[in-house]
């Protein structure tokens, strides 16, 4: 059929006519078409405006489909469309208001200033938790409205968050105990808000926003003071100083790492701390006003890699302390042990009068005339002095901080004052700090494919007196602490940081909540630098109870924050302010239209997936959400095909996958050690259970995934002479099917090569891509050819990372008397490159096929790829759990021009992967790839430089 730049989709057969979906009108929407097989004619049958004619099905005479919720006839004879009126009576139970638990959708936390509750955000509402006794209030209630990123203000009387009551972001201020009026902060609108700081005055907070501005507001004045703007970042970490007249922040420099600023609310003046030159965040102020701390990666031990001679640095930050006084002492003065002595001081020490010489005898005192006053008593620990000390500590309001003693900054040379923390450089996260105690946590370093094994997140503590470091809490990964210093929150994954996920996948699941004491032994060590690796808690102590974290749920009020918190999402952050030309409040107006008739969170994704999909943009996606909970049953897979044979009643087993045993992602039953099965065998019974044609083999499997299954087999189709077989079933086979796709593709580029072309697939650009390409690429570098496949690629961001490799250029050799020469630089590729795509090859898959040609590393053959490339930075979360994608990079060229999305990369070489050719076990792709590069073998060899001859006696030239 005739096809060009627009979809044809829904093809329906009846009779001599071929009836599709298609949008190649002037309309732009999906209309209904035919196509005559006798004529070759395409007729347009509808002339939708507004909606898409959706889900078309053909019957014996008629066409149904959507179009704008409705549900219409085409008659296939009058070649008319014909709404259909129907009621569809029900009791929208999914619409019906009800209580829910929350505690699974906490998105934010705080503590109270003496840490005797915590505050949470959880599905839009704001609720405070009792650390052991009362109950648990929620400050807001407010279904249909969403409050994010809760702060208690350090005179315990207010929270302060976000919300979107008015329809855009505001900050909002409550009373704490829930009995007095909310008070609105801030009226400017139109921006998503990121969480508010209180300064320790209670009158201020500091907040940035959706453009990268930074501000702080008074909560009386309620005028937002503007402070600064990030050029190439969001602003993220921003705190108060104690006397709350200074903010500082981190901002990211043009090298893209972050310096640190001193902002002065006073002067309306900010100052650079740090340099550019290494990457600074996390600023927080000493609370006793000495020091500024903050996080940065100033640590160089490069690790290589044991596939190739790559390097990374993942354990390379610290915390840092800078004085803001200039003639503060260092917090980690130079420590010297020295004798005490009663004696006079050394003659060397004592100063002569003039030009006169030491005598080298203690200088003479003159005789008192009057009796000398006794000598001073050392003071006992019950001093007066030590007493006033224990009465001031004793008087400190719980959830106050001591006062503030000569507190100033200055910032002449104060670049010059930074002195690292002894503490291992590691992934250091979440810095804060008490009178004379620093926290942190330190995150586990994450591969691709998740965290290194024996590495979990671990809260620290270090003491600055006692130079020690200690491990408050392991397996915590988020905390806050309380204003006075003396409580933390914690919170750690329920599942526990060192589970491996199963075979089965899932996430480590919801976390859990603490409250525990902020302090560290006392009087121990030595007052030199150490570390106290040992936990001081475990997980689980302190811990809060949420089993009546709980609020009423209005499903309607709810999937209409949630339209709208998506429409602002896009109006937002979408990479260009004119919508790819589309008028974004009219689209908004029309898909508001459907909310009424929603009645289920499934029906809500289908309105946000086709309103946001007017956008006609790549990475548009829309999922998740409070649907009901379903309890599935796994089945569990032998990764095997069978084949009933019908002269027996019986099933063969016609083919077995083969895996990598070693690897438990790739793990394939029947293959495993002592498992005697093999193709063609029959599969008489599952623990005992008969199986015949024509039952479902798969019946047999329920609820076995990982379970120990007994299987009898035979290589004949009757009981006698069988034996059984012990396995365990896998929750899936995609990764045996793949596995053996990808090694059919290599063993058919060996043969068809004689073993001279290597071939490697990668499915996606992201963990498991690079993973394949580590796997696959190295083993066959000394091939000379290579195809690379990236049909059916996921996309990812890995794809610069694997061209580094394929741009090496051979420069040289290296060779040893007793060895083969190598290349230089080592891991070269020295020879004719192919890349195969198709439609499916999908946005790090686009770019991967476009910079093959751009690098001119060989020709690129099959289809032209799906066309999007306007990236995201991750799934944004809705108030219920669900998320979308908001594309905010583009890509474009050296000429300034748009490149890739909605049009894609068209290969030099465009052959289709017809069905008919694929069933009959041919792939045409992949054979005119190893034409091409066997053409280029033979064409232009290229051998590696062989060694030259031995040296004579008495060598000329660079020999010698």
């Given at each position: 059929?005739?096809?060009?730049?627009?979809?044809?989709?829904?093809?329906?057969?009846?009779?001599?006519?071929?009836?599709?979906?298609?949008?190649?009108?002037?309309?732009?929407?999906?209309?209904?078409?035919?196509?005559?097989?006798?004529?070759?004619?395409?007729?347009?049958?509808?002339?939708?405006?507004?909606?898409?004619?959706?889900?078309?099905?053909?019957?014996?005479?008629?066409?149904?489909?959507?179009?704008?919720?409705?549900?219409?006839?085409?008659?296939?004879?009058?070649?008319?469309?014909?709404?259909?009126?129907?009621?569809?009576?029900?009791?929208?139970?999914?619409?019906?208001?009800?209580?829910?638990?929350?505690?699974?959708?906490?998105?934010?936390?705080?503590?109270?200033?003496?840490?005797?509750?915590?505050?949470?955000?959880?599905?839009?509402?704001?609720?405070?938790?009792?650390?052991?006794?009362?109950?648990?209030?929620?400050?807001?209630?407010?279904?249909?409205?969403?409050?994010?990123?809760?702060?208690?203000?350090?005179?315990?009387?207010?929270?302060?968050?976000?919300?979107?009551?008015?329809?855009?972001?505001?900050?909002?201020?409550?009373?704490?105990?829930?009995?007095?009026?909310?008070?609105?902060?801030?009226?400017?609108?139109?921006?998503?808000?990121?969480?508010?700081?209180?300064?320790?005055?209670?009158?201020?907070?500091?907040?940035?926003?959706?453009?990268?501005?930074?501000?702080?507001?008074?909560?009386?004045?309620?005028?937002?003071?503007?402070?600064?703007?990030?050029?190439?970042?969001?602003?993220?970490?921003?705190?108060?100083?104690?006397?709350?007249?200074?903010?500082?922040?981190?901002?990211?420099?043009?090298?893209?790492?972050?310096?640190?600023?001193?902002?002065?609310?006073?002067?309306?003046?900010?100052?650079?701390?740090?340099?550019?030159?290494?990457?600074?965040?996390?600023?927080?102020?000493?609370?006793?006003?000495?020091?500024?701390?903050?996080?940065?990666?100033?640590?160089?031990?490069?690790?290589?890699?044991?596939?190739?001679?790559?390097?990374?640095?993942?354990?390379?930050?610290?915390?840092?302390?800078?004085?803001?006084?200039?003639?503060?002492?260092?917090?980690?003065?130079?420590?010297?042990?020295?004798?005490?002595?009663?004696?006079?001081?050394?003659?060397?020490?004592?100063?002569?009068?003039?030009?006169?010489?030491?005598?080298?005898?203690?200088?003479?005192?003159?005789?008192?005339?009057?009796?000398?006053?006794a000598a001073p008593q050392p003071q006992t620990e019950t001093s007066e002095a030590k007493t006033k000390a224990e009465i001031a500590a004793a008087e400190q309001k719980p959830g106050?901080?001591?006062?503030?003693?000569?507190?100033?900054?200055?910032?002449?040379?104060?670049?010059?004052?930074?002195?690292?923390?002894?503490?291992?450089?590691?992934?250091?996260?979440?810095?804060?700090?008490?009178?004379?105690l620093v926290f942190y946590v330190v995150s586990p370093i994450q591969g691709l494919s998740g965290a290194l094994p024996g590495e979990q997140p671990a809260l620290h503590g270090f003491?600055?007196?006692?130079?020690?470091?200690?491990?408050?809490?392991?397996?915590?990964?988020?905390?806050?602490?309380?204003?006075?210093?003396?409580?933390?929150?914690?919170?750690?994954?329920?599942?526990?940081?060192?589970?491996?996920?199963?075979?089965?996948?899932?996430?480590?699941?919801?976390?859990?909540?603490?409250?525990?004491?902020?302090?560290?032994?006392?009087?121990?060590?030595?007052?030199?630098?150490?570390?106290?690796?040992?936990?001081?808690?475990?997980?689980?102590?302190?811990?809060?109870?949420?089993?009546?974290?709980?609020?009423?749920?209005?499903?309607?009020?709810?999937?209409?924050?949630?339209?709208?918190?998506?429409?602002?999402?896009?109006?937002?952050?979408?990479?260009?302010?004119?919508?790819?030309?589309?008028?974004?409040?009219?689209?908004?107006?029309?898909?508001?239209?459907?909310?009424?008739?929603?009645?289920?969170?499934?029906?809500?994704?289908?309105?946000?997936?086709?309103?946001?999909?007017?956008?006609?943009?790549?990475?548009?996606?829309?999922?998740?959400?409070?649907?009901?909970?379903?309890?599935?049953?796994?089945?569990?897979?032998?990764?095997?095909?069978?084949?009933?044979?019908?002269?027996?009643?019986?099933?063969?087993?016609?083919?077995?996958?083969?895996?990598?045993?070693?690897?438990?992602?790739?793990?394939?039953?029947?293959?495993?050690?002592?498992?005697?099965?093999?193709?063609?065998?029959?599969?008489?019974?599952?623990?005992?259970?008969?199986?015949?044609?024509?039952?479902?083999?798969?019946?047999?499997?329920?609820?076995?995934?990982?379970?120990?299954?007994?299987?009898?087999?035979?290589?004949?189709?009757?009981?006698?002479?069988?034996?059984?077989?012990?396995?365990?079933?896998?929750?899936?086979?995609?990764?045996?099917?793949?596995?053996?796709?990808?090694?059919?593709?290599?063993?058919?580029?060996?043969?068809?090569?004689?073993?001279?072309?290597?071939?490697?697939?990668?499915?996606?650009?992201?963990?498991?891509?690079?993973?394949?390409?580590?796997?696959?690429?190295?083993?066959?570098?000394?091939?000379?050819?290579?195809?690379?496949?990236?049909?059916?690629?996921?996309?990812?961001?890995?794809?610069?990372?694997?061209?580094?490799?394929?741009?090496?250029?051979?420069?040289?050799?290296?060779?040893?008397?007793?060895?083969?020469?190598?290349?230089?630089?080592?891991?070269?590729?020295?020879?004719?490159?192919?890349?195969?795509?198709?439609?499916?090859?999908?946005?790090?898959?686009?770019?991967?096929?476009?910079y093959f040609k751009a690098y001119k590393l060989g020709p690129l053959i099959g289809e032209r790829t799906w066309g999007g490339v306007r990236g995201i930075r991750g799934e944004i979360?809705?108030?219920?759990?669900?998320?979308?994608?908001?594309?905010?990079?583009?890509?474009?060229?050296?000429?300034?021009?748009?490149?890739?999305?909605?049009?894609?990369?068209?290969?030099?070489?465009?052959?289709?992967?017809?069905?008919?050719?694929?069933?009959?076990?041919?792939?045409?792709?992949?054979?005119?790839?190893?034409?091409?590069?066997?053409?280029?073998?033979?064409?232009?060899?290229?051998?590696?430089?062989?060694?030259?001859?031995?040296?004579?006696?008495?060598?000329?030239?660079?020999?010698?």
């Open positions: 059929m005739p096809h060009e730049d627009w979809t044809d989709t829904f093809p329906m057969w009846h009779g001599d006519i071929i009836y599709f979906d298609s949008d190649r009108g002037p309309e732009h929407r999906l209309n209904l078409y035919s196509y005559s097989l006798n004529t070759r004619e395409i007729k347009q049958l509808t002339h939708f405006t507004e909606f898409d004619v959706n889900w078309p099905s053909l019957g014996p005479d008629e066409i149904v489909f959507e179009n704008g919720g409705f549900l219409y006839l085409f008659d296939l004879n009058t070649q008319q469309a014909r709404k259909l009126t129907i009621y569809l009576p029900g009791d929208r139970e999914q619409a019906r208001p009800h209580w829910a638990n929350v505690s699974k959708l906490i998105s934010a936390f705080d503590i109270s200033p003496d840490g005797k509750r915590a505050v949470f955000t959880a599905r839009g509402d704001v609720f405070t938790v009792p650390a052991k006794e009362g109950s648990i209030r929620n400050l807001t209630r407010t279904p249909g409205i969403r409050e994010k990123y809760a702060a208690w203000s350090p005179d315990g009387r207010w929270v302060a968050y976000i919300s979107d009551r008015t329809g855009e972001d505001e900050l909002y201020m409550t009373p704490q105990d829930g009995l007095g009026q909310e008070v609105r902060i801030t009226s400017d609108g139109k921006m998503f808000r990121l969480p508010p700081v209180w300064a320790p005055d209670s009158q201020k907070l500091v907040f940035a926003d959706k453009e990268a501005r930074l501000f702080y507001v008074d909560v009386q004045e309620k005028k937002p003071v503007f402070i600064d703007k990030g050029l190439y970042d969001d602003i993220n970490d921003y705190g108060w100083s104690p006397d709350s007249h200074w903010v500082t922040y981190a901002k990211t420099s043009e090298n893209r790492n972050h310096v640190i600023y001193l902002y002065s609310a006073d002067d309306r003046k900010s100052t650079p701390v740090t340099t550019s030159a290494s990457d600074s965040t996390a600023p927080y102020f000493d609370p006793e006003g000495k020091y500024l701390y903050f996080l940065s990666n100033r640590d160089f031990n490069e690790v290589l890699g044991v596939y190739d001679m790559e390097f990374a640095n993942p354990k390379a930050g610290r915390v840092y302390i800078v004085t803001l006084r200039a003639d503060e002492p260092s917090p980690l003065p130079v420590l010297s042990d020295e004798v005490t002595s009663a004696q006079a001081p050394d003659v060397l020490l004592t100063p002569t009068p003039g030009n006169q010489k030491p005598t080298g005898q203690p200088p003479q005192t003159p005789r008192p005339k009057t009796k000398p006053p106050t901080r001591p006062p503030l003693k000569n507190f100033r900054v200055d910032l002449e040379g104060i670049q010059n004052r930074i002195v690292a923390l002894p503490i291992p450089p590691g992934n250091v996260q979440n810095l804060t700090a008490a009178k004379g003491d600055l007196k006692e130079r020690k470091d200690h491990v408050l809490l392991e397996g915590a990964d988020q905390y806050a602490l309380s204003f006075d210093g003396k409580k933390i929150l914690y919170a750690a994954p329920k599942s526990g940081p060192q589970e491996a996920p199963s075979e089965e996948g899932g996430d480590g699941g919801p976390h859990m909540y603490g409250i525990i004491d902020a302090k560290v032994p006392s009087g121990e060590g030595d007052g030199h630098t150490g570390a106290d690796t040992k936990s001081l808690g475990k997980v689980g102590d302190g811990a809060l109870k949420l089993d009546n974290l709980s609020m009423q749920v209005d499903p309607p009020a709810e999937w209409k924050q949630i339209f709208n918190a998506v429409w602002r999402q896009e109006r937002d952050y979408f990479f260009e302010p004119s919508m790819n030309g589309v008028n974004w409040e009219q689209q908004r107006d029309k898909y508001a239209q459907l909310l009424p008739y929603v009645a289920d969170r499934l029906s809500l994704t289908y309105v946000l997936g086709e309103m946001i999909g007017e956008l006609s943009n790549s990475h548009t996606y829309v999922g998740g959400g409070d649907y009901p909970e379903i309890d599935g049953v796994n089945v569990g897979l032998l990764g095997a095909d069978f084949a009933p044979d019908t002269s027996s009643g019986m099933y063969r087993i016609a083919k077995i996958y083969p895996g990598e045993n070693w690897n438990r992602n790739l793990r394939s039953p029947l293959t495993e050690p002592g498992v005697l099965v093999k193709e063609g065998d029959y599969l008489l019974a599952v623990n005992g259970r008969q199986l015949r044609v024509p039952q479902n083999p798969d019946e047999l499997f329920i609820n076995t995934v990982n379970q120990a299954v007994t299987l009898t087999v035979n290589s004949k189709p009757t009981v006698e002479g069988s034996h059984n077989v012990v396995v365990r079933p896998i929750p899936n086979e995609i990764g045996l099917h793949e596995l053996n796709w990808i090694e059919t593709n290599r063993r058919k580029v060996e043969q068809a090569s004689g073993g001279r072309i290597g071939y490697v697939y990668l499915p996606d650009m992201s963990a498991a891509g690079l993973n394949a390409f580590v796997k696959q690429y190295f083993p066959q570098i000394r091939k000379e050819g290579m195809i690379f496949d990236v049909r059916y690629n996921g996309g990812g961001f890995v794809d610069q990372i694997i061209f580094e490799r394929l741009r090496r250029v051979l420069a040289g050799m290296d060779s040893a008397r007793n060895w083969q020469a190598d290349t230089i630089p080592p891991n070269v590729f020295y020879g004719h490159m192919a890349c195969i795509t198709n439609h499916y090859a999908a946005s790090d898959g686009d770019f991967f096929s476009y979360d809705l108030i219920d759990g669900g998320y979308i994608t908001r594309p905010e990079f583009s890509l474009y060229g050296l000429d300034s021009k748009w490149l890739i999305e909605n049009r894609g990369v068209e290969p030099d070489i465009v052959i289709d992967n017809r069905p008919d050719l694929v069933m009959a076990g041919h792939d045409p792709q992949l054979e005119k790839a190893i034409e091409v590069v066997m053409q280029e073998i033979n064409a232009h060899p290229m051998k590696l430089p062989p060694r030259p001859p031995d040296l004579p006696a008495y060598p000329t030239g660079p020999g010698l």
